[in-house]
């Protein structure tokens, strides 16, 4: 029997990266859905090209900073499905830069969409949720919103917020049988990083020897997250305890993080070297 036999959910950010292959597996793994971006050509095109079934997965344009279409778009998964048990927040923004240089568009794009978003989302699923006492909210968080990221400032700070916010959802909707689940990956391979490469001041997201996967993280979302339900992940576990453990004493980032930097930036050049050759 499919796990997900019978469960309803809605996810943003369906058109690429971590929103698009989790759209696939879920729909693989017996979920419907209602698979949404900003980008409604790119979203027709991951549909056609992944060969999303359309009796599982209905795509549908969501501009996650519109709390009113967010509502729609969860009214348009009950009437479509019959009921509604889960929400994705996966939708994200990120812009390479100092936070203390960045653009005023910059700072309400990152804020808009990152935090915003998820937080209209939440509101929007717990309105439903909350009366049937029982949901699921699983929003992408990221190992940036653990420790502090140079280079990445806005986007770090957003992903601190999405975080809190997860966490302070979680206590206040738990009693009503709604849970509420913090992803914090470490750097994807996605889009998002690709972008990245041009950036001396973003080499730290290259640090790790090994870069997560689409595959890596929707494999701990429909095992862990979605059995078990737990307050936060951190992928991968390794560099997670190192992470909390920057969290909880901030001065090891501030020694740390040099170090990470110089070992990022060796592997962001040849990424670099390798897209120029």
Request: hydrophobic share 45%; with cysteine.
């Amino acid at each position: 029997m499919n796990p997900g036999a019978g469960r309803v959910g809605v996810l943003t950010g369906a058109a690429s990266g971590i929103g698009r292959h989790l759209t696939g597996a879920l729909a693989r793994a017996g979920y419907r859905l209602v698979a949404t971006d900003l980008e409604a050509g790119r979203l027709r095109e991951a549909a056609r090209e992944d060969r999303w079934p359309e009796e599982a997965v209905r795509a549908r344009p969501l501009d996650v900073r519109d709390p009113a279409a967010f509502r729609e778009t969860i009214a348009f998964a009950r009437e479509t499905f019959g009921r509604f048990d889960l929400l994705f927040n996966v939708a994200g923004y990120l812009r390479p830069g100092y936070a203390h240089e960045a653009a005023e568009a910059e700072i309400d794009r990152h804020l808009d969409v990152n935090v915003k978003g998820v937080i209209h989302g939440t509101r929007a699923a717990a309105a439903v949720m909350v009366p049937q006492r029982a949901g699921h909210v699983v929003n992408i968080a990221s190992m940036a919103g653990h420790v502090p990221v140079k280079g990445l400032g806005l986007y770090s700070t957003s992903k601190f917020a999405v975080r809190g916010f997860s966490l302070v959802a979680a206590h206040e909707l738990r009693p009503h049988g709604v849970f509420v689940t913090a992803v914090c990956p470490d750097a994807v391979q996605t889009p998002m990083v690709d972008l990245q490469v041009a950036y001396p001041e973003a080499a730290i997201s290259f640090s790790s020897p090994r870069m997560l996967t689409v595959e890596d993280v929707a494999q701990v979302i429909l095992g862990e997250v979605l059995t078990r339900r737990p307050l936060e992940v951190l992928i991968p576990k390794g560099r997670g305890l190192l992470a909390r453990l920057v969290s909880v004493w901030p001065e090891l980032g501030l020694r740390l993080a040099p170090r990470f930097a110089a070992q990022g930036e060796v592997r962001r050049r040849a990424r670099e070297d390798g897209r120029s050759a």
